[in-house]
């Protein structure tokens, strides 16, 4: 099933490709009836939600800013007399940072937190770089003497969180793709196990991602008190993939479970044997709601990471954001949103590669 | 020894108030390397009486014996051509073929195999298709596909659930006489089940009607004593061919308007009307 990937399967994965093939037809001159339809559904429409989506926002930011600057002007007008007041309206007026409320960001803000994110990035890697040179010649002495190497200890920047996250949650995900599948396939195949441990499937899937954390936590503990290593992240892979696994193993296990009686009685009249019957019939039939299954179970994985890696206080995205929100700096509002935006579009691409994978595997759409 | 038999048969189907009698004390006995056919109506049970035989269902009561034997589960002696095709659609045709043929002769080498998937693939002609999967191939295609899956496992009886049905009248021709040949190289014994008596008249030995369910019985047999091999255009001309075939028509009419006739006595509709459209 080899395929080049051309722009129009790029944008198609994505999504965009109905807005572009209109734009195109926009520009060919190939329009009818149905072109204006279409442009307005796909270009028009969308692109004004956009925009009311940033000016409600806008304007609504810049309400909040409003009150907050009422508020404070109030509190010192009480607080420290009308001078002291009149000050602060001035400074506030003036666009000084440091006086600044603390309200929800507007857009322009959210974008310049993410640049100076971004030249962070490039500082601390820059720093990165050159340390490594630095110790290049020391290290590898120490390695000759048996030593361990010296590695770089400063802050992670903001790109370097998002990698330790994707990190985590892919080491999550493929904790649950281990457990979850196989145990899936063995429930699956056996009504009497299926009937049997129900009861812990039901009343574990819905237990909230911080019980897991909690859980994880409590066993993680005891067995890492000897030694050095992480065991902050690995806690937090561990959560991640006890709580996001529930999907696939029901998927799993309906697939294994229902597959179309016409393929069993292939197999029945082929003989196959036992093994080959789930490797070559059941499994091959259950695949496309496994993958349904594993694309819910990385959505759930990627959402709960966040709140499990505050938790946790294992580096990453939602360590990122907690840290931001306790260090209360004036822009540290306007980072948390450009986190937001950036965990946002992660989810959307995972969601997207997962789907891609989902479509590979199954046989009975045509697409 | 009677090569297969069925003994006293009966099978239902459900379990408590929703239990239907599908077949009802069937008899049939069929002879090494004999062609028979049955038809009957839709509905009537045909399926269940294959996988009956096939070893996929167990009768309720009574017994099938394969060469003697009590049939308990499915054969590669008994190969089978599925109503429904039941190809797995993960596999293209080729894949389809070759899982059954590897079933069947695990000992040949991979190129043996290969040799026999291109064989039996041609032959339904569809060897251009070889790598598409089933669904981007007709019903007719796919019914091929099945009948190629089913012959290449070479079995000593086929068995064959209205194998043909979704064929234009050409290709329809055609694979009957590689049916046949196949069935006559080796002395094969086959089962065909089948909606159209010429074609059981063109292909079998004996056909045996099966009546009407619920509880469908099998009825007398009718024998078809025409030289092999049979040649297709001459067959019309032939009065023994006329004379069976006016028999046994004659026999499903009969039946079918008994059914009627019974459907009547046992669904008349209440002379009620409608009050009012006003709800
Ligand atoms: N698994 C089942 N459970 C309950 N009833 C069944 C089952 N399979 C078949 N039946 C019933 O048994 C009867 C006979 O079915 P069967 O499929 O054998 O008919 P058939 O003669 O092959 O029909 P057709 O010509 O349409 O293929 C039908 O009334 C059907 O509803
Ligand atoms: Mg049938």
Redesign the interface.
């Given at each position: 099933m080899k395929q080049s990937i051309t722009l129009g399967s790029v944008t198609k994965f994505i999504g965009l490709a109905g807005f572009l093939e209109t734009i195109k037809n926009v520009f060919t001159g190939k329009l009818d009836k149905e072109d204006l339809k279409n442009i307005f559904r796909k270009v028009i429409m969308p692109l004004a939600s956009v925009l009311l989506f940033f000016a409600v926002w806008y304007l609504g930011a810049n309400k909040l800013h409003e009150i907050e600057a009422d508020h404070l002007i109030n509190k010192a007008l009480v607080e420290q007399g009308p001078a002291e007041a009149e000050k602060l309206r001035a400074c506030i007026a003036s666009g000084d940072k440091s006086c600044q409320p603390n309200a929800l960001p507007s857009p322009v803000q959210v974008w310049g937190a993410y640049q100076t994110l971004l030249a962070d990035h490039y500082l601390i890697s820059a720093d990165k770089k050159a340390f490594i040179e630095k110790t290049a010649a020391i290290n590898e002495k120490r390695i000759a003497n048996g030593e361990k190497p010296i590695t770089y200890t400063g802050r992670p920047s903001f790109v370097d969180q998002i990698f330790t996250s994707i990190i985590t949650v892919f080491a999550g995900f493929l904790l649950a793709l281990f457990i979850a599948v196989p145990i899936g396939i063995v429930i699956g195949l056996s009504p009497t196990l299926r009937s049997s441990v129900n009861w812990l499937i039901q009343i574990f899937k819905p237990v909230s991602p911080v019980v897991w954390f909690l859980l994880v936590f409590m066993i993680v503990k005891t067995f890492t008190k000897n030694s050095s290593s992480d065991s902050a992240f690995i806690i937090c892979f561990i959560s991640v993939g006890l709580c996001s696994m529930w999907a696939t193993l029901v998927n799993t296990a309906m697939g294994v479970s229902s597959v179309d009686k016409d393929y069993i009685n292939v197999a029945k009249v082929l003989k196959l044997g036992p093994m080959q019957k789930v490797f070559k019939v059941i499994l091959p039939s259950s695949l496309p709601l496994i993958f349904t299954g594993l694309r819910i179970t990385l959505s759930v994985a990627w959402m709960v990471l966040i709140a499990i890696e505050l938790l946790a206080q294992s580096p990453g995205l939602g360590l990122f954001v907690w840290e931001e929100f306790q260090n209360g700096a004036n822009d540290s509002n306007s980072k948390i949103i450009a986190a937001m935006f950036v965990i946002g579009l992660i989810g959307f691409m995972l969601d997207r590669i997962m789907l891609t994978i989902q479509k590979m595997v199954s046989f009975n759409k045509n697409d | 020894m009677a090569y297969l038999e069925l003994n006293n048969i009966y099978k239902t189907y459900g379990q408590g108030d929703n239990i239907t009698e599908v077949l009802s004390n069937i008899n049939l006995t069929i002879e090494e390397g004999e062609f028979v056919a049955i038809v009957g109506f839709t509905g009537s049970g045909k399926t269940t009486l294959v996988n009956l035989i096939?070893?996929?269902l167990e009768p309720t009561k009574g017994e099938v014996l394969f060469k003697g034997e009590p049939v308990i589960?499915?054969?590669?002696e008994r190969?089978?051509i599925?109503q429904?095709y039941?190809l797995?659609?993960?596999?293209t045709v080729g894949q389809n073929v070759y899982?059954?043929v590897k079933?069947?002769f695990p000992k040949k080498s991979k190129s043996d195999l290969q040799a026999i998937v291109a064989e039996y693939v041609d032959m339904v002609n569809l060897t251009p298709a070889i790598n598409k999967?089933p669904?981007e191939l007709s019903g007719g295609m796919r019914q091929r596909v099945s009948v190629a899956r089913a012959l290449a496992m070479k079995p000593e009886m086929i068995i064959m659930d209205e194998p043909l049905g979704a064929l234009d009248a050409l290709t329809r021709g055609n694979l009957q006489d590689e049916i046949l040949r196949i069935w006559g190289k080796d002395k094969r014994t086959a089962l065909l089940i089948t909606n159209d008596v010429d074609e059981g008249i063109y292909m079998a030995d004996r056909i045996i009607p099966l009546r009407p369910g619920p509880r469908a019985t099998l009825g007398p047999e009718f024998k078809i004593d025409i030289e092999r091999p049979r040649d297709k255009t001459a067959l019309n001309d032939n009065p023994n061919f006329k004379k069976t075939r006016n028999a046994i028509i004659e026999y499903l009419m009969d039946i079918g308007n008994e059914r009627k006739s019974q459907i009547q006595k046992e669904y008349a509709l209440p002379d009620v009307a409608p009050k009012s459209f006003v709800w």
């Open positions: - | 096939n070893g996929l589960g499915t054969s590669h190969g089978v599925f429904n039941s797995l659609p993960w596999l899982m059954a079933e069947a999967r669904k």
